[in-house]
């Protein structure tokens, strides 16, 4: 199903009811809501005023650790994840991510959303600084964890998620996500 105004129903109801979940992120699940609307496509990497995106929380089979990307462009220790290149589908995007650049096979992606972000993407060569509406999914890894390193990272590693709260200059939506996760598990 990728018929567009379907697809865009379905992230309205999916935002709609994220907000709802999340009452402290409303603001945020309205600012992607109102994208939605937006005339000119925010799936496309072209709309430079900002575009969606979807990340994979990547957790091995017994959901303790945390596959992580020292990505090249970002210097930085992130979640997998990437543009939706007109897919409007983000959840599949999710999933299409994690595999390229995890190398990782059996990945099973949860289909509602898990966190949403938006963040500043600094100007790097001819493209201008934007923003990105990151949508971010549960991905299992229910195969091997024998992961490859693509092209788009410096390094993957398997990160204990109970140990993201001790890690100094880590991304304040990564320990968002680890915060939601711990009380999902513990729930």
Do not use: C
């Not at 303790?64 to 020292?70: A, I, K, S, V």
């Not at 979640?79 to 299409?96: E, I, M, N, S």
């Not at 693509?150 to 109970?162: G, K, Q």
Request: cysteine-free; overall charge negative; aromatic content about 10%.
């Amino acid at each position: 199903m990728n018929d567009p105004n379907a697809m865009s129903d379905r992230l309205h109801r999916v935002f709609a009811a994220y907000a709802a979940r999340w009452p402290g992120e409303a603001e945020v699940a309205d600012a992607f809501d109102a994208l939605l609307g937006d005339p000119e496509d925010p799936f496309v990497r072209d709309r430079l005023a900002g575009h969606f995106t979807a990340s994979a929380w990547l957790v091995d089979r017994a959901g303790e650790r945390l596959l992580m990307t020292h990505h090249r462009k970002l210097d930085r220790w992130l979640q997998l994840g990437g543009h939706a290149d007109g897919d409007r589908d983000l959840a599949a995007v999710a999933l299409k991510e994690a595999e390229e650049e995890s190398g990782l096979t059996g990945l099973v992606v949860e289909p509602e959303p898990f966190d949403l972000d938006r963040h500043w993407i600094p100007a790097r060569g001819d493209v201008p600084g934007h923003w990105h509406y990151d949508v971010r999914y549960v991905v299992r890894a229910t195969a091997g964890e024998a992961f490859a390193v693509s092209e788009e990272s410096h390094a993957l590693a398997w990160r204990p998620i109970a140990a993201l709260f001790d890690e100094p200059g880590l991304d304040p939506s990564i320990l968002r996500m680890a915060a939601k996760w711990r009380d999902r598990s513990v729930g």
